[in-house]
T-cell receptor, first 113, second 114 residues
């Protein structure tokens, strides 16, 4: 699975959009981009995933660059409850993949009033 | 409600004792996973199971054992051979068949070995 690089921490004002970047320059054609988040002392929570098209769900939007070497997770209106560690994960889908997720250290997002 | 339960939330054991962590899911998921998380670190895969009566080692399986006798249950035993067992342990599950399906995580068990 491709390695990802995320900033260690970011701040965001409540009510504003939070844009979390992720670099995955070694991504290959059969690898998806996943985002999970982990609120302190809880299990990670799935947010969104995509292959090459931009994706949106009730939690967030995922913007993947055309060359797929980087992506941005967007929380459109951040709340205090969005304070968490956000993990960007790239992994192979299909073939011998068994669904393993490789978590890096992620980005600590702090939403302040 | 459907979900994954892990018990207990906090667990204390003396050094040298084996301890078993429980993981149960009622999501009818085929695949189940155990991860370990150390302070300030990401998750590392210990064991995974794609079907009943079958499981495979992950990246850090030494000192751990698992069983998968029922689809709903995937208990993890931390043995005395695990050199540094104090950590946060997370169980997850997902549907098999399509490997891009999301993983659902339990609330975790924080194990402290004294």
């Amino acid at each position: 699975d491709a390695k990802t690089t995320q900033p260690p921490s970011m701040d965001c004002a409540e009510g504003r959009a939070a844009n979390l970047p992720c670099n995955h320059s070694t991504i290959s054609g059969n690898e998806y981009v996943y985002w999970y988040r982990q609120i302190h002392s809880q299990g990670p929570q799935y947010i969104i995933h995509g292959l090459k098209n931009n994706e949106t769900n009730e939690m967030a939007s995922l913007i993947i660059t055309e060359d797929r070497k980087s992506s941005t997770l967007i929380l459109p209106h951040a709340t205090l409850r969005d304070t968490a560690v956000y993990y960007c994960i790239v992994r192979v889908v299909g073939g011998t993949s068994y669904g393993k997720l490789t978590f890096g250290q992620g980005t600590i997002l702090t939403v302040h009033p | 409600d459907g979900g994954i339960t892990q018990s207990p939330k906090y667990l204390f054991r003396k050094e040298g004792q084996n301890v078993t962590l429980s993981c149960e899911q009622n999501l009818n998921h085929d695949a189940m996973y155990w991860y370990r998380q150390d302070p300030g670190q990401g998750l590392r895969l210990i064991y995974y199971s794609q079907i009943v009566n079958d499981f495979q080692k992950g990246d850090i399986a030494e000192g751990y054992s698992v069983s998968r006798e029922k689809k709903e249950s995937f208990p993890l035993t931390v043995t005395s051979a695990q050199k540094n067992p104090t950590a946060f342990y997370l169980c997850a599950s997902k549907l098999a068949g399509y490997s891009y399906n999301e993983q659902f995580f339990g609330p975790g068990t924080r194990l402290t070995v004294l």
